[in-house]
């Protein structure tokens, strides 16, 4: 079955420096999402990157997807010390229906 | 605040008690879904539920009961768990179920302890 695998599993940055989180997939996709959760709280839908688009933008979110090598990636620029949070994408296929598979998740911790 | 609310957000039971989550969404979405967190794990789908029935049941065991009585509430009654089931559990909802392009909104989950 497919499975999202974000790497790296942490990421520890400065305020103010880009932080690039991947993820990789194994099966074809419909959609790939990015989720955001701090601590203990739910998850927060950030993104949706289609499988026929190569890039897309959401303020200081950037998303690629490259299909042919099943990956993708998240660049999030000028981090704050409140992006620290676990960062996973979830992606779906066309037999999975509502089924969205999700990573491991990255931890990314930006110091002040 | 996603729109999707979760009570209690702790819980702490023995292995012979009943009790029951509650997720509620004020989004006027079709889909809802319950997801299991452990640590280490990826998050994995439990239940989901289109305009009140239920579409999947990711072989979860009969001691996990989900109960959707209308298309805002969804509840999950537990019964005699074991302590591998500690956890935290998300709802989520969507606008429906057909295709997994809406995004899923969550609940702040609750914190699951089983003693």
């Known amino acids: 079955s497919q499975q999202g695998e974000e790497d790296p599993q942490a990421l520890s940055i400065q305020e103010g420096e880009n932080a690039t989180m991947n993820c990789s997939y194994k099966?074809?996709?419909?959609?790939l999402q990015w989720y955001r959760q701090n601590s203990g709280r739910g998850l927060v839908h950030l993104i949706l990157i289609r499988s026929n688009e190569r890039e897309k933008h959401s303020g200081r979110l950037r998303v690629t997807l490259d299909t042919s090598k099943k990956s993708s990636s998240l660049l999030i620029t000028a981090s704050r010390a409140a992006d620290t949070a676990s960062y996973f994408c979830?992606?779906?296929?066309?037999?999975?229906?509502?089924?969205?598979?999700f990573g491991e998740g990255t931890q990314l911790t930006v110091n002040p | 605040e996603t729109g999707v609310t979760q009570t209690p957000r702790h819980l702490v039971m023995g292995m012979t008690n009943k009790k029951s989550l509650k997720c509620e969404q004020h989004?006027?979405?079709?889909?809802m879904y319950w997801y299991k967190q452990s640590a280490k794990k990826p998050l994995e789908l439990m239940f989901v539920y289109n305009f009140k029935e239920q579409t999947e049941n990711n072989s979860v065991p009969s001691r996990f009961s989900p109960e959707c009585p209308n298309s805002s509430h969804l509840f999950l009654h537990l019964h005699t768990l074991q302590p591998e089931d500690s956890a935290l559990y998300l709802c989520?909802?969507?606008?429906?179920?057909?295709?997994?392009?809406?995004?899923?909104?969550f609940g702040p989950g609750t914190r699951l302890t089983v003693t």
């Open positions: 099966t074809s996709i419909n959609n």
């Open positions: 989004l006027g979405h079709n889909a």
């Open positions: 989520a909802s969507s606008q429906e179920v057909r295709v997994a392009s809406y995004e899923q909104y």
């Open positions: 979830a992606t779906d296929g066309e037999t999975s229906g509502s089924r969205l598979t």
